[in-house]
């Protein structure tokens, strides 16, 4: 079975400041892994993908995340926190040929930044 | 484009009346999802569809939850004789495609009390 662990329920960074979000995932078949970003009484939107392509996936905003099979972790980056940044992000597993095709969230982390 | 839309917004109900919860999702998108978001329960799969079948049932939380899918397009989530456990954010999405890496596309979601 799949599962998603977001370490943080809330990070607060300085605007200007580096924005480190952790996911760690277990699969026991290859994953496809995604992070997903809630402004407030909005849906969820797509940040990036991992595909298997490349293991460093960069998104919108100037997100970017590596997946790094060796320590099962998918975690999300930016260099330059930005006050819009303040939302809360969820990291989610699929797999590929799954009976559901569903994704398997994180518990979400949200951010905040202060000026 | 458009993209997801879901209806109500906001519903507020009675404890042991019946809702009806609506998703349109994006035109041409095989595959929707529903999803429960709740306070300390993060994003709970529900039931997805491909086309108009819902092959598996097993994330609904009790037999008050049923959902249909009509024409291969809209879907309508019912809760009937509702709790107030049931109160949550109710997320649909679509994506093209059933599973893997393809990109669900998220409603803004119904927010759903019960007093």
């Known amino acids: 079975a799949q599962s998603v662990t977001q370490l943080g329920s809330h990070v607060s960074v300085s605007e200007g400041a580096l924005v480190l979000l952790r996911c760690n995932y277990s699969?026991?078949?290859?994953?496809?892994l995604f992070w997903y970003v809630q402004y407030p009484n909005q849906g969820l939107q797509l940040l990036l993908k991992?595909?298997?392509?490349?293991?460093l996936v960069k998104g919108i905003n100037g997100f970017e995340a590596e997946f790094k099979k060796s320590e099962t972790s998918f975690h999300l980056t930016k260099p330059s926190a930005h006050m819009s940044d303040a939302a809360e992000y969820f990291c989610a597993v699929s797999v590929y040929g799954g009976s559901q095709g569903n994704l398997i969230f994180g518990k979400g982390t949200k951010l905040s930044v202060k000026p | 484009g458009a993209g997801v839309s879901q209806s109500p917004s906001n519903k507020v109900t009675e404890k042991g009346k019946d809702v009806e919860l609506r998703c349109d999702p994006i035109s041409g998108h095989t595959a929707l999802y529903w999803y429960r978001q709740s306070l300390g329960q993060g994003l709970e799969f529900l039931i997805y569809?491909?086309?108009?079948?819902?092959?598996?049932k097993s994330g609904l939380p009790s037999d008050r939850f049923s959902a249909e899918r009509t024409g291969g397009s809209v879907s309508t989530l019912t809760i009937q004789r509702t709790q107030q456990e049931d109160s949550a954010v109710y997320l649909c999405a679509s994506s093209l495609f059933r599973g893997g890496n393809n990109e669900q596309f998220f409603g803004p979601g119904t927010r759903l009390t019960v007093l």
């Open positions: 991992y595909t298997s392509a490349a293991t």
């Open positions: 569809f491909q086309g108009n079948s819902a092959p598996d």
């Open positions: 699969s026991s078949v290859p994953p496809y």
